[in-house]
């Protein structure tokens, strides 16, 4: 299992399109993914359970992975949320 | 039933001998065309009624009926995704959005769950759904409205489906939807269900659904109060998308002269194919470039076979928002190179990013109060010179052919334009540094769509080397309407006589300064717009491809002379029904 610390860095927050694209990301991956917030846990893989966490600018998220292919998985996602899913 | 609609449609003859009362609505008329057939009215969704139970037999078969429902509806989103282009883009990442959300077991689970305990699939989705939107309240953020809103429309996309099973699109075929409002996905599930042409009670001429009817040449009126209580189903009707008149049950004598002007209508399309190669001037020998604004290098070359004279707009930001982020300089210059050669030799005008307010942020809502009013535009450019310089190499780069002109939007301010020009002056000499060929006389302008940057058009000609008005943004700072919102729409007219008169501050700015101005809005493709515009002196009109030749035959058939007495009384006005009413005395001669 992995786990690293990810901040929110695009204005506009985790909002739909970014949503859509972490979800998308997330399901390429065979391991486990959770974003945990202030100690809720979600599956990254459901776009329902990511538009619960409501993360906003700023925002610090613990990402969770757990499989085969977690090391992968976390860097491509860490990745997306600094490039700020494009719209810094 | 589709067939027994059919049945319903009254012949001439049969009409001509019928009693009932014609009736004549007035709207706003958003798309061209006549069209003449029977009404659909669409009525708002039907009310669920949750208590309703299932007997333990009809469980599975109802589950079956669920899945059924959201394999079609999710059908129906890709549809949509797939056609969604061009202005319009930025709608399919939201579409994609909620294709995901109808393959999340986080939605799904609880619906299907909600069957199994004998709930109809109506009640269990609107039950499922509604507790997950509970769930939204709780969490305290600014986003929420987005997400509720999004879960709204999957509810009602998943109740319509269940209850029309596709069928609600096709009752549309051969006949004129009268509808409150429409969306682009209702737009164009009619277009591909063959609908005539469109009725709404809300709208207004720049939205998204308005500019889809016209890209697909369907007549629309707009605007017309009460039409879906007014007109019944079954009704005939008459669309006419010149003048904005609804026509309902006509008398016989009406019915035959639109008959005629429809035909008419059609031999104009013939002969319109016969001035692609020819001048866009006015009977008297006054010349105007007749541009396209165009998004992709497929509509750039669609837009040159009906004769575009350049590419007036080019819009970056489609850029974004097809890929989603913001392309790289690699990326970049092999968009621009790839558009430029196609425009070859003619003129390509590549707008500089422009994003923010209804573009980026439509259904994106940012942390701001007022997209419209906010960080978008130069704003957004001069903010982040990063990404600003990384798209002014890519086009400079792409700028051998000596063919591009570079387009800055939203400027306010001379500053603006002052700061503008030195990022492009450091860019030009880390490429000379670099020994990388540019032209090093590109043209650099502006949009002309603040009312700032009129007052100051003067001033800014100096720094500028063409000017293009924007109408749709300049109409919304003048009046101070948000033309997304559909309770000013009735504010937002860009037939205010201080727009016109604000064009033509902005004209005789740049007359007096030796540059040329042009107009991309949806203004300058308006029927009623086009002699104003050329009276005023406009020097370019760029518009949408499909309607390039029908706005060259208007100019061709117009006398500048009279244009310029028709745009003086214009200017002599002071309430925009004035100048409407000058405008339908143009429109029937």
């Known amino acids: 299992m992995k786990e690293v610390e990810i901040t929110v860095l695009n204005r506009a927050g985790l909002h739909t399109r970014p949503a859509a694209t972490l979800v998308k990301l997330s399901a390429k991956f065979k391991c486990d993914l959770q974003l945990i917030r202030d100690g809720f846990p979600i599956n990254a893989k459901s776009i329902i359970g990511v538009m619960t966490l409501a993360a906003e600018q700023g925002c610090k998220l613990m990402l969770r992975a757990d499989g085969s292919d977690e090391e992968d998985a976390v860097a491509e996602i860490s990745k997306l949320f600094e490039s700020g899913f494009g719209e810094i | 039933m589709v067939e027994d609609f059919n049945l319903?449609?009254?012949?001439?003859?049969?009409?001509?001998?019928?009693?009932?009362?014609?009736?004549?609505?007035?709207?706003?008329?958003?798309?061209?065309?006549?069209?003449?057939?029977?009404?659909?009215?669409?009525?708002?969704?039907?009310?669920?009624?949750?208590?309703?139970?299932?007997?333990?037999?009809?469980?599975?078969?109802?589950?079956?009926?669920?899945?059924?429902?959201?394999?079609?509806?999710?059908?129906?989103?890709?549809?949509?995704?797939?056609?969604?282009?061009?202005?319009?883009?930025?709608?399919?990442?939201?579409?994609?959005?909620?294709?995901?959300?109808?393959?999340?077991?986080?939605?799904?689970?609880?619906?299907?769950?909600?069957?199994?305990?004998?709930?109809?699939?109506e009640s269990s989705i609107v039950s499922a759904i509604d507790k997950l939107k509970s769930f939204f309240k709780t969490t305290k953020d600014a986003i929420l409205q987005e997400r509720i809103f999004e879960l709204d429309n999957i509810k009602k996309g998943l109740l319509a489906t269940l209850r029309n099973q596709c069928f609600y699109?096709?009752?549309?075929?051969?006949?004129?939807?009268?509808?409150?409002?429409?969306?682009?996905?209702?737009?164009?599930?009619?277009?591909?269900?063959?609908?005539?042409?469109?009725?709404?009670?809300?709208?207004?001429?720049?939205?998204?659904?308005?500019?889809?009817?016209?890209?697909?040449?369907?007549?629309?009126?707009?605007?017309?109060?009460?039409?879906?209580?007014n007109i019944k189903d079954g009704d005939y009707v008459i669309v006419d998308g010149y003048t904005g008149q609804v026509i309902v049950n006509p008398t016989s004598r009406i019915l035959e002269s639109f008959q005629r002007k429809k035909s008419a209508e059609e031999e104009h399309k013939r002969e319109l194919g016969e001035i692609i190669n020819l001048n866009t001037e006015t009977l008297d020998g006054k010349r105007c470039h007749l541009y396209a604004n165009v998004d992709l290098p497929e509509e750039a070359r669609a837009a040159f076979l009906w004769g575009a004279e350049g590419i007036g707009l080019f819009r970056s930001e489609s850029l974004i928002v097809s890929l989603g982020y913001f392309p790289s300089e690699r990326e970049q210059f092999d968009f621009y190179k790839q558009l430029s050669d196609t425009a070859y030799p003619k003129e390509l005008t590549i707008r500089a990013f422009d994003v923010g307010s209804d573009k980026w942020a439509e259904g994106l809502p940012t942390r701001e109060d007022n997209p419209a009013l906010g960080f978008r535009g130069i704003r957004f450019l001069l903010t982040r010179k990063d990404l600003f310089k990384i798209q002014i190499r890519a086009i400079l780069r792409a700028s051998i052919n000596k063919n591009i002109r570079f387009m800055l939007p939203m400027i306010s301010s001379v500053q603006e334009l002052q700061t503008a020009h030195s990022i492009i002056a450091d860019v030009k000499n880390e490429l000379d540094l670099a020994d990388i060929a540019y032209d090093t006389q590109m043209p650099i302008g502006i949009m002309i769509e603040t009312p700032a940057a009129v007052l100051l058009a003067e001033d800014l000609a100096k720094y500028a080397d063409f000017f293009s008005i924007g109408t749709n943004d300049l109409t919304q700072y003048t009046v101070a309407a948000d033309r997304t919102n559909d309770l000013?729409?009735?504010?937002?007219?860009?037939?205010?006589?201080?727009?016109?008169?604000?064009?033509?501050?902005?004209?005789?700015?740049?007359?007096?300064?030796?540059?040329?101005?042009?107009?991309?809005?949806?203004?300058?493709?308006?029927?009623?717009?086009?002699?104003?515009?050329?009276?005023?002196?406009?020097?370019?009109?760029?518009?949408?491809?499909?309607?390039?030749?029908?706005?060259?035959?208007?100019?061709?058939?117009?006398?500048?002379?009279?244009?310029?007495?028709?745009?003086?009384?214009?200017?002599?006005?002071?309430?925009?029904?004035?100048?409407?009413?000058?405008?339908?005395?143009?429109?029937?001669?």
């Open chain 2, 8 to 121: 319903k449609v009254p012949s001439v003859q049969r009409y001509s001998i019928k009693t009932s009362e014609q009736k004549i609505y007035k709207g706003i008329p958003s798309s061209s065309g006549i069209m003449i057939g029977r009404a659909v009215v669409i009525q708002p969704e039907s009310i669920i009624i949750p208590e309703h139970t299932l007997q333990a037999e009809q469980i599975d078969d109802e589950i079956k009926r669920f899945n059924s429902a959201l394999d079609a509806y999710k059908n129906d989103l890709n549809r949509v995704i797939a056609n969604v282009k061009n202005d319009e883009a930025n709608l399919s990442a939201i579409i994609e959005s909620n294709v995901l959300m109808l393959e999340d077991p986080s939605l799904t689970m609880p619906i299907e769950n909600n069957i199994k305990s004998g709930y109809t699939a």
């Open chain 2, 169 to 229: 699109y096709a009752v549309a075929k051969d006949a004129i939807v009268i509808a409150k409002s429409l969306t682009p996905t209702d737009v164009i599930n009619f277009r591909d269900a063959g609908v005539k042409a469109f009725v709404t009670e809300i709208g207004g001429i720049a939205s998204h659904s308005s500019i889809l009817a016209r890209s697909f040449e369907l007549p629309e009126v707009i605007g017309v109060l009460n039409s879906t209580d």
């Open chain 2, 488 to 589: 000013v729409s009735n504010v937002f007219d860009t037939f205010n006589p201080a727009v016109i008169r604000l064009i033509k501050m902005a004209i005789d700015a740049a007359k007096a300064n030796n540059i040329p101005i042009g107009i991309c809005g949806e203004f300058a493709g308006h029927a009623a717009s086009t002699a104003i515009l050329i009276g005023l002196g406009i020097d370019e009109l760029s518009v949408a491809p499909p309607i390039l030749l029908e706005t060259k035959n208007r100019i061709r058939s117009l006398n500048y002379a009279e244009a310029n007495e028709i745009a003086n009384q214009t200017l002599a006005c002071s309430t925009s029904s004035e100048i409407s009413n000058i405008l339908d005395k143009i429109i029937t001669e």
